[in-house]
């Protein structure tokens, strides 16, 4: 076997000294760096509930756009992903097109939230939200941009109430939770959901980091912190990792009862391609959103992987379906560079010929 | 030779430590309340209960797991000029297990958080039941239980057989991390193998090496042994909680303090009744609707009876046609007034 491994002793002693050095010198820089803001796109409060605020972002230009357009966030970490910061931001480039663009902050739940269903943040929290918007614009109906677990939502919500919604773009949503590449789908599968709130409660934010950290160990919890050291001489990529890391870990807990019945519901038994799923009284039928959908997915998706996406085509209503595949990761498809010149404009055009 | 590497081991060494030291000073020197940049979480338990300088000694895991990282690959890679252990399978797995560590530190670290808190909460009970002179007392679960401490003791067994079974079922889960390390190892091999491979720096075959183990790692993660202890782990953990809190809460109510059943109680009940106002605003609201849209409806009929009583008013009078049946004057006062008795 020839030997692939070129290092004599000096080498390695000079590349643990550059290490060494890198890390010596860029201490100083993250000392007094402190928290670093995002979400910098002025915006505006325009209906409140408990926890829940509707904002309504403002760009430099009046909308173009007659329609707006919803963002239903997930309810794990916070939307503030897509206004991490001025050169990092969908809102901003959905704005900059001409969109008028509204978000909903769930807020960080806690003991007066544990008894929270899915009926309740479904067919209670995001039907006023989209009222709110209506009423705002005197308008029947509205566009709806659901991320993640918040895509479900919004699948769930337009089937519930197809009404209220014009056009519905879905991002790197889960729909087919048994995919067999899905991760944490197949951790939950032996889990006792019921023991498990019974016994929390509220799911702490820091057990959900726990789990998403698992997904990759080395690379999240070691790999990261070691590429750290060659960006600790850059104040400017430095101040974007630690956003990136305020964000990461800025995270809600998570109701009890919709937490149980995501899980069962959802991740456990597959009810929204099932046919059988049920959200308070009111069934819920993918076969009802005939409305135009528009499905983007992260190619490189690790939690949650493009089949689980695009099983979305199978299983809605609508005949005007189009689905975009974005080349990256599940973070990536919001913050990256590529993610900023491409993600908005697709979302924009897609919108304005459905106007 | 010998002495060239040994002397490269010593001033590794002292890097490594000089590097050590100096982020703990860094962050020992921050002001509590300052946020750090590394903040880890652990399994349900509060960060916040730690002290500072293990949380933090703890979240810098990551870069010491690394610096013992570069230490055993420059240590390899100063005794692989000497020995040539590539032309040997035997010796090139000897040089790749002792990459083995790391794996485990990282892995079992971020595992050890998260049991770090049920195993200090554990500390914490045994060393307050010892405290209130109970621990001396403790039944085996194998023991029949009687007298007016009875109960008690059948809880104690339920809670003592479930951190037994908690114990049993974490140690599968540590096994199945060490397969992880071989097999992951056994990967980094594979890829060393290839025709061509070359490795130019530590730095080129640390990622190398953390390809493997996460390749290794997705296999065994993704695979039905992995999923049934995970599950299971997950659920004796939870079964100990949940006994520790049952204890808890018989304790409080002996106090005469609320416990968190009753708090549930309360805040599932005071849920249902925000539901049921909703709901009840909602049938007001759709009554009301109803109610206007009656009175649009009826208001509409008005308009168009009202435009109609207009257009017979103004319409010119026609003169009785010769021998025709025109109504008289007095019966289109009767048709005008029977037009507003309807308004009324």
Request: proline content about 5%.
């Amino acid at each position: 076997m020839q030997n692939p491994f070129h290092i004599d002793p000096q080498q390695a002693f000079n590349e643990i000294a550059v290490f060494q050095r890198k890390l010596a010198a860029g201490l100083q820089n993250l000392r007094g760096l402190g928290e670093q803001d995002y979400a910098n796109t002025p915006r505006e409060a325009v209906y409140r509930e408990d926890k829940l605020t509707v904002w309504h972002m403002k760009g430099n230009h009046k909308p173009t756009a007659r329609v707006p357009v919803l963002v239903v966030y997930a309810l794990v970490n916070t939307v503030w992903m897509t206004d991490l910061q001025e050169d990092r931001s969908l809102v901003r480039n959905l704005l900059e097109q001409g969109e008028d663009v509204y978000l909903i902050d769930w807020g960080y739940p806690d003991g007066a939230d544990r008894w929270l269903t899915l009926d309740d943040y479904l067919n209670g929290y995001l039907d006023r939200a989209v009222d709110a918007v209506r009423q705002h614009h005197d308008l029947d109906a509205i566009n709806l941009l659901g991320i993640c677990q918040g895509g479900t939502f919004s699948l769930c919500y337009t089937a519930m109430h197809p009404e209220k919604v014009k056009n519905l773009v879905t991002m790197v949503t889960p729909v087919d939770f048994r995919t067999p590449d899905n991760m944490l789908s197949h951790w939950v599968q032996s889990m006792d959901v019921d023991l498990f709130v019974d016994t929390l409660g509220n799911i702490p934010a820091e057990l959900m980091n726990w789990v998403y950290l698992m997904l990759k160990p080395l690379r999240l919890n070691q790999q990261k912190y070691v590429s750290l050291v060659d960006i600790l001489d850059n104040p400017q990529e430095l101040k974007n990792f630690l956003r990136m890391e305020r964000w990461i870990f800025d995270s809600p807990d998570q109701a009890g009862e919709a937490f149980r019945e995501f899980i069962k519901e959802f991740f456990q038994q597959n009810k929204l391609i099932q046919g059988d799923l049920q959200i308070g009284k009111q069934p819920v039928d993918l076969g009802m959103v005939t409305q135009p959908v528009l499905n983007i997915y992260a190619t490189q998706d690790h939690l949650v992987p493009p089949d689980a996406s695009r099983a979305l085509q199978r299983h809605v209503g609508t005949t005007d379906y189009t689905e975009v595949a974005f080349k990256g990761g599940h973070i990536g498809i919001y913050v990256s560079g590529r993610a900023q010149r491409e993600v908005a404009p697709a979302i924009h055009q897609w919108l304005r010929s459905r106007s | 030779m010998p002495d060239q590497a040994n002397d490269f081991m010593k001033d590794y060494q002292a890097f490594a430590q000089q590097s050590w030291d100096a982020w703990m000073r860094y962050l020992q020197q921050q002001q509590p309340g300052q946020p750090n940049p590394f903040g880890m979480g652990m399994m349900g338990m509060g960060a916040a209960a730690m002290p500072q300088e293990d949380l933090l000694t703890r979240s810098l895991a990551s870069l010491k797991a690394y610096g013992n990282w570069l230490q055993q690959a420059a240590t390899g890679a100063a005794l692989g000029q000497q020995t040539h252990p590539w032309q040997q399978p035997a010796a090139m797995q000897s040089f790749l297990s002792a990459f083995t560590q790391p794996f485990q530190q990282t892995v079992a670290g971020i595992d050890s958080a998260s049991a770090f808190g049920m195993e200090h909460q554990w500390q914490s009970w045994l060393q307050a039941m010892q405290q209130a002179g109970m621990a001396a007392g403790m039944p085996t679960s194998q023991v029949a239980t009687f007298g007016i401490t009875r109960e008690f003791q059948l809880d104690q067994q339920a809670l003592q057989a479930a951190m037994q079974e908690y114990t049993q079922i974490s140690a599968r889960y540590q096994a199945l991390l060490q397969k992880v390390n071989a097999q992951g190892i056994s990967k980094l091999q594979e890829m060393l193998g290839q025709p061509g491979k070359q490795v130019e720096s530590l730095k080129a075959m640390y990622d190398l090496w953390v390809d493997a183990m996460e390749d290794a790692y997705a296999e065994m993660a993704l695979s039905q042994e992995y999923r049934d202890v995970f599950g299971a782990l997950v659920n004796a953990q939870m079964q100990v909680r949940k006994l520790q809190q049952q204890h808890t809460e018989q304790m409080c109510r002996e106090l005469g303090i609320p416990t968190r059943s009753e708090v549930n109680s309360l805040g599932k009940r005071v849920q249902q009744l925000r539901r049921e106002l909703k709901e009840r605003g909602q049938v007001e609201a759709t009554t009301d609707t109803s109610l206007v849209d009656t009175l649009h409806a009826e208001i509409a009929t008005l308009k168009r009876e009202l435009a109609a009583s207009k257009a017979a008013k103004v319409h010119p009078i026609e003169r009785p046609a010769k021998g025709g049946n025109s109504k008289t004057p007095s019966q289109r006062t009767k048709a005008t007034r029977s037009a507003a008795g309807k308004r009324k």
